[in-house]
């Protein structure tokens, strides 16, 4: 049978329907490509809108609202984030298309509503973020989630919100999918033989692969001995694209009340900077 390329031949007439292709290399794999059926008006949109969800229900009407929207968010946060420049060239390709139906790779095909998702999308490929902190750390002795909560207390003091995960028991998804929209992120860690804990080690790796935007930030910790820990996590930071902001929250041992107030008052400010 022969073969030809989506170049030489972007339409196929199927007799009573038309697929016509649009390549979106990158989106999120070099062959990727999204495919529109202008009778139906329907967009089989690759992995471009998707979500991991299995369910009886086929359709964004027909599901759990909240469960719908979180898992857009997680797809889009974990996979398509750091292929922003593609996705966009993908979604830029609809301008001017009419589309009622968009059925996806993954997840629940969109039939109502499509503009939310749409700009949902807009929004996210361009690093649309919301006061919002999310703190993640691990911790030995407690130490250094005692810093962690002491920032949160302070954050909430200010009517901003604050989502707080221990890596110990949360997946770093999760993490990432809270991190997608919020204005600041903060990770700590207690130093383990002069480095980081590896679970945080892990974390800022996935991290720096997924290249969240426009967020500030900063590392904090405990230490017995001496430190380190704080460095690293600053430095990967760096690397993932967030701008640093000082901190200087790295304590020997248990905090202190001073030290603990210190880490409330640094809540505090990071609330009133991301409500700016």
């Not at 649009?22 to 009778?39: G, K, N, R, T």
């Not at 719908?68 to 996705?87: D, F, G, K, T």
């Amino acid at each position: 049978m022969p073969i030809t390329t989506t170049k030489e031949m972007p339409e196929v007439k199927l007799g009573g329907k038309t697929l016509s292709f649009v390549a979106v290399p990158m989106a999120h794999w070099p062959d990727s490509m999204v495919s529109y059926i202008p009778e139906d008006k329907l967009l089989l949109s690759n992995d471009a809108f998707g979500q991991h969800i299995a369910s009886t229900a086929r359709f964004n009407d027909e599901i759990e609202q909240s469960l719908l929207w979180h898992e857009a968010e997680a797809y889009y946060a974990n996979i398509l984030m750091p292929l922003r420049s593609a996705v966009g060239r993908a979604v830029k390709a609809l301008d001017g298309v009419s589309i009622e139906v968009i059925a996806p790779s993954h997840g629940v095909i969109w039939r109502k509503d499509l503009g939310d998702i749409l700009t949902k999308y807009g929004q996210w490929i361009e690093g649309y973020t919301v006061p919002k902190v999310v703190i993640t750390y691990d911790t030995m002795w407690k130490s250094t989630k005692d810093i962690a909560y002491a920032m949160a207390e302070g954050i909430a003091s200010e009517g901003v919100k604050c989502r707080v995960y221990c890596l110990t028991g949360n997946h770093r998804s999760d993490v990432m999918t809270d991190i997608l929209e919020a204005k600041a992120v903060f990770v700590g860690s207690p130093t383990l033989n002069n480095h980081v804990y590896p679970s945080v080690a892990e974390f800022l790796a996935y991290m720096r692969g997924l290249k969240p935007m426009n967020k500030i930030g900063a590392g904090f910790g405990s230490y017995g001995w001496a430190g380190g820990a704080t460095r690293f996590i600053e430095e990967q930071m760096k690397l993932a694209g967030i701008e640093l902001i000082e901190a200087d929250l790295d304590f020997a041992y248990k905090p202190t009340e001073e030290e603990w107030q210190k880490a409330y008052d640094f809540g505090v400010m990071v609330a009133k900077k991301v409500k700016e």
